[in-house]
């Protein structure tokens, strides 16, 4: 059974850092990305991260501030913010798919955890 569990979210003051980590039960090789999505928005993308960990894609507001790493042996993704801003508070998904074009579009994407809360305060 296919299982991803979001942690790491909290409330963090503006410019703060917050590591949120993904813990995935699947089998096989997959793209795995960051979604967020904030009151009355669609969910968009923040990054993503090719199963060899070598190619990754970010959301250009976030580039230079946030990261995207994994652990294949922990079976784990992370995420990374730092200097966070108060348009970064949102509902954080992570999910998983077997393919690795369009790593930016959710639909695209087969499995999500339910999502960790991030609030950064001004």
């Known amino acids: 059974q296919v299982q991803l569990v979001e942690s790491g979210g909290g409330l963090v003051q503006e410019g703060g850092s917050l590591r949120l980590s993904c813990v995935i039960s699947?089998?096989?090789?997959?793209?795995t990305g960051w979604f967020r999505q904030a009151p009355g928005k669609e969910r968009e993308f923040v990054a993503a991260?090719?199963?060899?960990?070598?190619?990754?894609r970010y959301k250009d507001p976030v580039k230079g501030r946030f990261t995207i790493s994994k652990d294949n042996a922990k079976s784990t993704v992370y995420l990374q913010m730092n200097s966070l801003k108060p348009e970064d508070t949102a509902l954080y998904y992570c999910?998983?798919?077997?393919?690795?074009?369009?790593?930016?579009?959710?639909?695209?994407?087969?499995?999500w955890g339910q999502g960790t809360q991030v609030t950064v305060s001004s």
């Open positions: 991260i090719r199963w060899s960990g070598t190619s990754t």
């Open positions: 699947a089998r096989g090789r997959y793209t």
């Open positions: 999910a998983i798919r077997s393919d690795d074009y369009s790593i930016d579009v959710p639909g695209f994407y087969d499995r």
